[in-house]
């Protein structure tokens, strides 16, 4: 199967190759001019893009060549091949990614706006969209960045003219988070984004996997606050471990025992605490219980000026202004005891799982997907395809180093670098984490070694150390996220020195992450060496291990000699470890797609139902609906025992027209003629509001004004609400059999309620409001 693909997309390359001498003859004019051309063949048909492939791929070819003087190899041609095919092409650092994107990216352009090109940092999408835009522009396509200048506030930009462009290059939260707030406008004009037809990952697992974690986020509204986070804190606070809760192996979870839940209800004095009565207070123990014992201090956040900062866990930035979501932030303030802030309602939020799932068609490539490849099949439909390199690659990956004591293995890579150092062959040092890079930048200073510390606080920054990692007598601490996607180039003396040497102080969260800073040496078939030194006292073994290798390396953290005798073992050991983690960071990501589901699909359902709100010349029947179901609801609703008569009077004035006038025979109703009186009263509400209005234009705009409101509050207290719901399941999931299933219940349940909500609140808003024309013809209206 696989050698079949890659027989057919070998045949394809040649017929690419072999349009070349036809292009190659063309002016630059008709050259320029074949962009039309294939225009008109495909017709804005997507399905025709496949038949003009090899001309498109082999125009950009030239064109590369004429303006950029770069013209791709048959490996690159090879990658954009497979990618038209739905794969991601893993293709080594430093093969040319950028340029081969072009190939697809320009296939597509030519059926107009809707292709992206997402990369993994702003830097990048500025870059390339300024470097490749030459070529793409050359060749008569528009293409912009969507991310903002240098300075250049995100609402300064001018949206219209970048999504109208054929091509965009972004990065996944820029994209993200201009499709939440699209779908918060209130008229078509307010909207952006034309379409999701292509988009294409550059560095598609730093994307898709290690990002995939955290969704974006868009709040606002403050919450009424909560006066429960203090006494949360101080109850959690006097819990035991084990007793009273206990925490997952991997330091992740934590949830309550039975015992705990006893314990709590004694010093809160209240009766079953897992009852609905107690949801909020119960929300908020578990708020507490993360905020003590999971989240750590100086880890996960810092206390500055009496305010928690909370830091970027994979580079170690300091985030200000960032905030945890629904109550996770309070409850850290609780646990430090810094003023509580004011809780921010999540207004908007989407996985950019979710978020790459709209697109038509997707595609990807980096130097590293192999050893993921069955979920980025089983989630984005994508499968791997592995490129050749141009030249066949020489580096050196030598074998791990072992060592018991964290200690010993320091040392001992401070008198590689050392070594190295002296003869002027440039080190790249990868740590796990930033802690641990500013610790061994002190190392090397005590050792006198001159070294950068990549602890920038700019990506252009990052992105200049980098790319000077590579020069003679460098020596560079870097943690493994920074500085991807940029160039580490050589000269022919440190290619006599070996090239660059890449030392990991430890393995990182999986292979893949391994192999992506290998991969930072011997590109382009230069030479190179990586490897890592590893310890029994790393972070990936202490945390994963199983005891008996942990008391092995407690027992013997200060042996003289500290080489394994029973190396095999402690490989194994320390391989699991690794894999360990590796499985729960992919069970987490399945979790959250599982989780992410229902939210999908009620996302979907009202921004679809919003869009044709905007774009209706009518709401008539819509209008017509929500009254009847309003007033069905009602009357469902009502309670024999009360006073019918009573109740509805008090429905109305309440919520239709609060100056109404009761006629007697309202005394004594059947069900049937609550219904019917109940809608009379809200038509005539209804008439006396047009009246007002009587322009269609303002009538149409006003009306849809008042639904879309309607929709906008019930959805953002439901996106809320479900927030909520999804931290006090998850932290149920030990007691129960399927918490997802739970979940799932409650979210439809509360979804089923918010349709009643949002009715009832276009009923008040177009009853209700009160419409006050202006001295210059203008109309003013308050909804209620
Ligand atoms: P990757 O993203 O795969 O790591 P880049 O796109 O950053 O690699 O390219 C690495 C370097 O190779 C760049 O300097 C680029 O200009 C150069 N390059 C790419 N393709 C070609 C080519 N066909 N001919 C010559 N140089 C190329
Ligand atoms: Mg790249």
Redesign the pocket.
Known sequence: MALLQKRHYQKVVRQVLQLAPTYQQMSDAELQKQTQTLKTKVNGDRSHLKSVLPEAYAIVCEAADRVLG????PV?ILGAVAMEDGNIAE?K???????TATMPMYLHGLMGSGNFLITANEYLAARDAHDMGILYKWLGLTVASAVPELGQKPEDRDLDAIYQSDIVYTTNSTLGFDYLFDNLAKSPQEQHLRALNFALLDEADAVLLDTAQTPLVISGVPRVQSNYYQSADQVVKLLELDEDYQISDDQKSAWFTPRGIVKMEQYLDVDNLLSKTWTELYRHLVLALRANYIQKRNRNYVVKDNEVVLIDAENGRELPGMKMQAGMHQALEAKEQVEISTEQRTMATITYQDLFRMFNQLAGMT?TAATDKKEFLEVYNLSVFKVPTNKPSIRKDLPDHLFISNRAKLLATLAVVKKAHSSGRPVLVETGSLELSVLYSNLLLKERIPHSLLNARSEVKEAEIIRNAGEIGAVTVATSMAGR?T?ITISEEVEKLGGLLVLGTERMQNRRIDNQLRGRAGR?GEPGESVFYVSLEDKVVTENAPKSIRKFAYQHAHDQNQTLSNRGRFRNAINRSQRILTNQERNARFETLQYGEVSRIQRESVYQTRNLIMQATNLDALVKMCFQDVAKDFVNNQAEWVDETQTLLEFVYQNINPDYQPKKDLEKLSHADQLEVLQKIMKARLVTVHQQLPHQDQWIYFERLAVLRAVDQGWVEQVDQLEMLMQVTKSRSIAQVNPIFEYQKEAQKAYRSMRSRIKLQVVRNLTNSEVIPQSDGTVDVEFP
């Open positions: 770069l013209r791709p190899y690159q293709m650092t430093g093969e040319g990614k950028t340029l130097g996607g160039d382009q």
